[in-house]
């Protein structure tokens, strides 16, 4: 059974960065596609980052520059790597994985983490 499962999350101030990690079960972190979400309180869930089979990477615009996403196929972990933050970026991030990498630009993929909340403070 695929399980993922997200760490990482905590409270940060303005400016600095955390890391986000996602521990893979039953899904090879290179297989298909993988994906970060995030949805802030009140608002609707958007897709952050995505990572397919081939290494091929997406941004939302508004983490270009700053968040990167990329895997460890030895820990089988996906992360995302968030620089810079801002209050905006305060959400519960969700880890995702399709086992189709053209799933990519989808709004839904197959399997998702509990989440770990992210709060960012001005």
């Known amino acids: 059974q695929v399980q993922l499962v997200e760490s990482g999350g905590g409270s940060v101030q303005a400016g600095q960065s955390l890391r986000l990690s996602c521990a893979a079960s039953?899904?090879?972190?290179?297989?298909?596609?993988m994906a970060w979400f995030r949805r802030p309180l009140g608002k609707e869930r958007e897709r952050v980052a995505t990572?397919?089979?081939?290494?091929?990477?997406t941004y939302t615009d508004s983490v270009k520059g700053r968040f990167t996403i990329s895997r460890d196929s030895d820990k089988n972990t996906l992360y995302l790597q968030m620089n810079s933050l801002k209050p905006e970026d305060t959400a519960m991030y969700y880890c995702?994985?399709?086992?189709?990498?053209?799933?990519?630009?989808?709004?839904?993929?197959?399997?998702w983490g509990q989440g770990t909340q992210v709060t960012v403070s001005s």
């Open positions: 995702a994985a399709d086992w189709s990498f053209n799933h990519c630009d989808r709004v839904i993929l197959a399997f």
């Open positions: 039953e899904f090879p972190v290179r297989s298909g596609c």
């Open positions: 990572i397919d089979r081939y290494g091929d990477t």
